[in-house]
């Protein structure tokens, strides 16, 4: 791999101001984050939209294995030139001592899996719930510590929905929310933790621009160890429903779209009541399977000879 030269890629006036974006990035509002725009070299960025796979090429199929919305390509490396380059470049000393230096977190490790992230793309209709993402990595089991997100939408309004939502607590009736609006060549930072809460709402583009899709190329960073205070139990990815709309309540007369929005969020609370129930099954499937080899072998023998004993002695 050819070493990269960070000033090619990453624009200069975001390296002469990494004090400012690492002060940013350092408040907590909600949640330790930064929104740099004008990421990318401007030559380098026109490149990767020019490269943008097209729909039809990626996974389109969403974590209840229908097809959906929204469609990712990890394997970056093989959609051309320029993202063979971005490559090389987000696993480069030189890129992970700058992201470092931006956030504070040291020691960062680049995912050559590329669990989760690659390439987005989301259409018409498409949303995000807010989550916290899942906090180790599947294969190496490092901590989730960072997501990086560069944004190559050359148009784009909050009214259309699709800004990303920085959440305080999704949870609670005090909910603030954090907007960024995910136009081209921005970047935005955030921590990975067990309150790093974050989502999109329904896309809904004017009959006019209904062409558009929602582009981005999500990166995610790893450590080994992590503070004590930001340790959890390994998860997966943990969702909250979306409440009902603000709009609706008693004596409201239901337009067409609300009864729209309530099927979908009825649909969407049905989906991830499956997703439960199927790893409820699959767990429990897997405990059958261990006590059962636990069993089948001489110790499980012994066990079960010295259970009938007990059995007996205590009538």
Known sequence: MKTPDLASFVAPSVLA???????????????RHVVIDDFLDAGYAARLLADFPPFERGNARNEAGELGGKSTVERIRDLGAPYAALDDLIQSPAFLGLVSRLTGIPELLYDPFYFGGGTHENREGQDLDPHVDFNRHPVEHWHRRLNLIVYLNREWQDDWGGSLELHSDPRSPDDRITLVTPLYNR???????????????????????????????????YTRERPPEESADTHSTIYVDRPLPEHLRAGTT??????????????????????????ITRLTRQLEQSQAALQGGRLGRLRYIASRVLARLNR
Do not use: K
Request: net charge positive.
């Open 17 to 31: 101001d990494l004090d400012r974006h690492a002060a940013a990035f350092a408040r907590r509002e909600p949640f």
């Open 187 to 221: 970047c935005v930072i955030f921590e990975t933790t067990e309150w790093s809460w974050h989502g999109f709402g329904r896309i809904a583009l004017p009959a006019a621009r209904r062409d558009l899709t929602r582009r981005s190329i999500a990166l995610y960073f």
């Open 254 to 279: 239901l337009t067409e779209a609300d009864v729209e929005a309530l099927r979908t969020l009825l649909a969407r609370r049905d989906q991830h009541n499956q997703r439960l129930y199927r790893d």
